[in-house]
């Protein structure tokens, strides 16, 4: 026993001597990458190196098909892949790996003309073999990721070494939805079946992106290289490396301290962060949004109660909703105002109602409306009900981790204009259980989207009929809508299609299925003592930290 | 020490590993919310993709077929694939474990022997001013958050003056030249996450310890060994320690065989990507095949500790021993 | 040095008193400091080669007396004489000698010994200090010579038990052969059969009596029975509530005692060859607690005999007859 302890002590004293000793850890001399392609040694330059500080969940997969987390977009996938089309700083189309494209006069083919001279990451060439590959894998092995983008192609043609051409049975406008990470073929075309793929874990991701993967330690951080002959030119630092944290206060302390580079930044700590010289704030609207979603299911075997199906309820919530307390109280200050489904980050395809339309605070307007629709409290208990004497008493489900303080807020304004709220807390697994379990025993609930900057079919699809059961979470079903829906997907005049866009979220804000309640405001900060030249995209006001910023953020 | 109670003991064992595994297997079963949706909701979930990745963890088998596999997957550790990772489970527990390994080795033995030590010292002088002040600050310290203590030493040893890194286990992306130099990060790394934890531990040993040795001062065999003439600190050191080890034995037993385990506040706290932080986020994202691998290794664990308990406790007292 | 006295033991003017941990507010701010004195004013002699008793009821003080004796209690003052020498604690040397000669053997065989020693550890513990570079088979020899003097035969087979596996009389067996190793000059006994059964006590009071005439040893004897008192000892002298009341020839004591406790003790007794009833005295009262130390004679609350001037004066302890001490005003035959 005493030897053990004994040991122990030498352990811990030789820690602090070697601690105390060494305060910064050994210059890092560039190595050779795994992959094969070695760079040219540039010794006696030092290696800038850019640390990016995560706080979330780890992600998945390194497998671009099968992971299903977004943070591995970020982390893994948005780093070494590239996909044909991509978005420019106003979120308009720019071409990455395809220079052009065109689509037929009747809409059903799509040519794309591929940039040349564009190499893998180990050298081989890249051609149409590996965008014919890559779409048809999805296709034929229905792959989890991108099976559902990919579906609606019923041919995938090689033209020549750098000409592709999808064809589909129905005018497809939404080509953004289809843009798929693009993979070598000499890589992954060696696994045939479903199950071979989906075992493939692709340790050493291999694409055409700016950056070349070197290591990952799962948790802890994911190191990439810039890529020297990215046809878009050489990032201007050397590294970048995705570093974890698992909790908020010592992600700001590296920040300070400057183990790492870039993080963003809770509510809790805005005031801290503030304080701090050497770190500059970037606050933006992100791209995700919460609502407040209602049980408009109409089917018999719907638990809800039914009088949440009368739109003059749902509308006289929208005006009770205190929002501004929501942003300040519950939020933090972290949260800005959204009235249509799509945020404004999207761009073009987000829409707003006119001044005169918009349903903001003001709780005279909710009562009256609810006097109105023949909702008035006879009883004197506080609760409206009515002419049968049904009372206005709802259940709100609520993931406690994610909107307690909201709900809080939302529970005393309704009570203000009549409405009884009963919240039960749950974590998210247990609403989604509720929600999706065919009976849908609940009256309304909140809950958030990320929606894609690329195109607005994923978000605009979650009120459809169709997707009841499976991305539509409020079950709302409107034959104008999903007609709309069909015939936005077949647009291909974008003005046109946004016009449709914005249609169709004119109606969802007249019925209120949801009733959007903030954007979530975002924070980036970094130390401007010493990097500059980072880009916000999209350019009005967004996320520092892009595919922008990583080929022109530089040191001082 | 007999043979027959070995055998007897490890009947006992296996019987409640039968128990605890099967339980293992039903209790994730029963917990609500259901993991592929809570996956698939992030992407657009086509009831192909749905049918995918049930096929892909066999959660489209029958129950009966699906605890058959788990009990023929605890013998040869053969975990299954993740749903969170796609990956094995043993590569990502071994990973884990390993983390967790390192920083309990240092640490947990250090607040063990610090707790005892403690223990010894204010107990052969109860009563008195060391006593108390030992006994006093050791419940304090027991006390105050582990988060809180923590944080402070960051504060003050990581940023204010910068001689230790604020997280993680090494330098992230950091290439090392020699396993010298990996092994002096990781040290440096090391040092305010174990004094933390052992900090934070050492204050149960302590008491228990204080109180078995003020238990056995008055027994009357130490009596005896002082009219013998033996000086105090043979006393201590002969009669009563080995006595008041034995029921401290059972909880450092213990403690030492769940250390793979790890600490969930400390990891969380210090970005240490061990077995704690991940069995929590495991949970959360109702990823099965992790919950049930970890959950029996930590059966497993303690089982087995419990066996070793009861062994060596046999050992140290003469007179539990059977035949 | 050793100088030739008679006495092995004085002891003069003994107290021992124990402070009572009371709570905050009496100690600090009522300064009202509650002592016991355990024992007031003990003197004692035990002369070589003696087996001397010393017999009370519990509370008397015997105990306390005993473990001062051996320095295993602080003395609050007063100082004891050993071998002519008086006891210097302070003194090292002269300290882990006086261990070696003087040894104590406990009431309780179940407590007495650690339960993770086995015997043959127990027995030879003493000797690492006397011999320490014996080795184990120099020990094994020592060892089984002490354990077949203590009555433990074939002693072979007891060498490597444990505690646990041995009756209450065998355990005190293993505690005598642990005194006799060290051959001592003077062993105090604190009740050392009363946990044991009857049929055994004779065997190891008639140990504690062949150790007397073989090695010279002597032995303070403390016991709340004074029948076994009288069997075995020379001299016997009666605590109580911390002073001794008489003491004297253990004969003139069973037949010839004057103070009225003792006389009460004795009339319990029964007598072998007594024909005659002896009357019993039944004393009144119970006895006070050692915190409330009566005035004057402290028995007189209790002694069938008081008279008023009991009650204000505290006697003294004289020699009324040649050994023979008594603390009394008035000793008397009072049957």
């Known amino acids: 026993m005493k030897k053990i302890l004994l040991f122990v002590f030498v352990v811990m004293l030789f820690a602090i001597v070697a601690g105390c000793t060494s305060s910064q850890p050994s210059q890092v001399k560039p190595s050779e990458t795994p992959n094969g392609s070695e760079q040219p040694s540039e010794s006696g330059k030092e290696v800038v190196t850019f640390k990016y500080g995560v706080m979330d969940s780890w992600p998945d997969s390194m497998n671009p098909y099968l992971s299903v987390l977004s943070i591995s977009q970020t982390l893994y996938h948005d780093n070494v892949y590239e996909t044909l089309i991509g978005l420019d700083q106003k979120v308009n189309m720019e071409g990455r790996l395809a220079e052009s494209w065109d689509v037929s006069e009747d809409g059903l083919t799509w040519t794309f003309h591929l940039r040349k001279g564009v190499k893998w990451h180990d050298g081989e060439d890249f051609n149409a073999d590996d965008v014919v590959f890559s779409y048809q894998v999805n296709k034929d092995l229905e792959l989890p990721r991108f099976y559902s983008s990919v579906k609606d192609f019923v041919e995938i043609n090689k033209i020549d070494d750098y000409t592709v051409e999808l064809k589909t049975e129905e005018a497809k406008a939404n080509i953004m939805d289809a843009m798929i990470d693009i993979v070598p073929e000499h890589i992954f075309g060696q696994y045939d079946t479903k199950e071979e793929m989906l075992a493939f874990t692709n340790d050493h991701p291999m694409g055409t992106g700016l950056f070349i993967f070197v290591e990952d330690s799962k948790d802890e951080y994911v190191k990439y290289k810039a890529n020297d002959q990215y046809w878009n030119g050489r990032p201007v630092i050397d590294e970048l490396i995705y570093v974890c944290f698992a909790n908020s206060d010592t992600l700001i302390q590296a920040l300070e301290k400057g183990e790492i580079d870039f993080c963003g930044v809770g509510a809790a700590q805005i005031s801290y962060v503030e304080s ?281 | 020490m007999s043979i027959r109670f070995i055998l007897n003991r490890l009947f006992y064992t296996f019987i409640m590993f039968i128990f605890v595994v099967t339980l293992n297997f039903a209790l994730f079963r029963l917990m609500p919310g259901d993991p592929l949706t809570m996956v698939s909701k992030e992407v657009a979930s086509s009831p192909e993709g749905r049918a995918t990745l049930e096929h892909l963890y066999g959660l489209d088998k029958p129950m009966f077929q699906q605890y058959i596999d788990y009990l023929k997957s605890m013998t040869t550790f053969d975990f299954g694939i993740s749903f969170h990772y796609k990956q094995p489970v043993i590569n990502i527990l071994g990973d884990k474990i390993k983390n967790s390994l390192i920083l309990g080795i240092a640490a947990v033995p250090l607040g063990i022997a610090i707790g005892i030590i403690g223990g010894i010292i204010a107990s052969s002088r109860h009563g008195k001013k060391t006593d108390v002040i030992i006994t006093t600050s050791s419940m304090i310290i027991y006390a105050i958050p582990t988060f809180w203590f923590a944080m402070i030493l960051l504060m003050i040893f990581g940023v204010k003056l910068g001689w230790v890194p604020i997280n993680s286990m090494v330098t992230p992306g950091a290439n090392f030249l020699n396993n010298m130099e990996y092994i002096k990060d990781l040290l440096h790394h090391l040092i305010v996450p174990v004094i933390s934890y052992s900090v934070a531990i050492f204050g149960s040993y302590l008491l228990i310890m204080r109180g078995a040795m003020i238990d056995v001062f008055t027994e009357d065999y130490v009596l005896t060994a002082r009219a013998k003439g033996l000086k105090e600190k043979q006393v201590i050191m002969r009669h009563v320690v080995p006595n008041a080890l034995l029921p401290i034995s059972t909880t450092v037993i213990y403690s030492l065989a769940i250390i793979f385990t790890g600490a969930f506040s400390i990891e969380v706290l210090f970005s240490w990507p061990g077995m704690g932080k991940l069995m929590v986020e495991s949970v959360n994202r109702r990823d099965y095949p992790i919950m049930q691998a970890s959950n029996y290794l930590i059966a497993v664990a303690v089982i087995l500790a419990n066996f070793i308990m009861d062994v060596v406790y046999g050992y140290l007292d003469p007179r539990i021993r059977i035949g | 040095m050793c100088e030739n006295t008679k006495n092995i033991i004085e002891i003069n003017d003994l107290e021992v008193n124990f402070k009572i941990k009371q709570g905050f507010y009496e100690e600090y701010i009522k300064r009202d400091k509650k002592i016991v004195r355990a024992v007031d004013k003990v003197n004692l002699n035990i002369g070589k080669g003696e087996i001397v008793s010393l017999v009370g009821e519990s509370g008397s003080g015997k105990t306390s007396t005993g473990r001062a004796l051996l320095q295993l209690t602080p003395i609050s003052s007063g100082n004891i004489v050993f071998d002519g020498e008086e006891i210097k604690l302070n003194d090292k040397e002269y300290m882990k000698n006086f261990r070696k000669r003087a040894q104590m053997i406990f009431q309780d065989p179940y407590q007495s010994l650690n339960p993770r020693f086995t015997v043959f550890d127990i027995v030879t513990e003493p000797l690492l200090f006397t011999n320490s570079k014996a080795r184990i088979a120099e020990k094994e020899v020592l060892a089984l010579k002490a354990l077949e003097f203590a009555g433990l035969r074939p002693a072979a087979e007891y060498l490597y038990r444990y505690p646990h596996e041995l009756s209450g009389g065998q355990r005190q067996r293993v505690s005598i052969a642990t005194c006799f190793i060290m051959s001592p000059d003077f062993i105090i006994a604190d009740e050392p059969v009363s946990m044991l059964d009857a049929s055994v006590r004779a065997d190891i009071l008639k140990l504690f009596v062949s150790m007397k005439e073989q090695q010279g040893t002597s032995f303070l004897f403390i016991t709340h029975d004074l029948a076994l008192a009288w069997l075995i000892s020379n001299r016997v002298a009666i605590m109580y509530l911390g002073k001794i009341m008489e003491s004297g020839p253990a004969d003139l004591i069973a037949d010839g005692c004057l103070h009225p406790y003792s006389q009460a003790l004795t009339s319990v007794l029964a007598m072998v060859g007594e024909k005659k009833k002896t009357k019993r005295i039944v004393l009144k009262d119970e006895t006070p607690s050692p915190l409330k130390v009566p005035k004057g004679c402290r028995f007189h609350t209790r002694c069938p005999v008081s008279r008023p001037y009991c009650s204000e004066v505290e006697p003294e302890y004289r020699e009324i007859n040649p050994g023979h001490f008594i603390y009394c005003h008035y000793p008397q035959k009072i049957i």
Request: proline share 4%; net charge negative.
């Open chain 1, 276 to 556: 701090l010289s050497n770190i500059t704030l970037n606050r933006f609207d992100s791209n995700a949004f919460n609502e407040l979603g209602f049980n408009v299911w109409k089917d018999p075997a719907s638990k809800g109660n039914p009088l949440i199906r009368d739109v003059n309820i749902r509308n006289a919530i929208a005006y009770a909703i205190d929002y501004d307390a929501i942003f300040e109280y519950a939020m933090g200050g972290l949260a800005s105002k959204q009235y249509g489904l799509l945020p404004k980050v999207v761009g073009k395809w987000s829409w707003e109602p006119e001044d005169a339309n918009k349903k903001d605070y003001n709780p005279e307007t909710a009562k009256k409306m609810l006097e109105d629709a023949g909702y008035k409290d006879t009883d004197g208990d506080g609760i409206r009900e009515d002419s049968k004497g049904n009372k206005l008493d709802f259940r709100m489900i609520i993931i406690e981790s994610s909107y307690r303080d909201v709900s809080l807020v939302v529970q005393q304004n309704l009570k203000d204009i009549g409405i009884n709220i009963n919240i039960e807390f749950m974590d998210t697994g247990r609403q989604t259980d509720i929600i999706y379990s065919q009976s849908f025993d609940a009256d309304m609930y909140m809950w958030g989207w990320y929606a894609p900057y690329s195109d607005p079919t994923y978000i605009l699809s979650s009120m459809t009929t169709e997707q009841i059961g499976n991305l539509s979470d409020c079950f709302y079903s409107n034959k104008e809508y999903d007609e709309l829906f069909e015939l936005q997907g077949k647009t291909l005049d974008e003005d046109e299609r946004v016009k449709i866009v914005h249609k169709m979220q004119e109606i969802i804000y007249e019925d209120s299925p949801y009733i959007i309640l903030y954007n979530t405001k975002r924070i980036n900060a970094y130390d401007n003592t010493k990097w500059e030249n980072f880009q916000k995209w999209p350019e009005w006001e967004g996320n520092l930290f892009n595919y922008f910023t990583k080929l022109y953020v530089s040191p001082k």
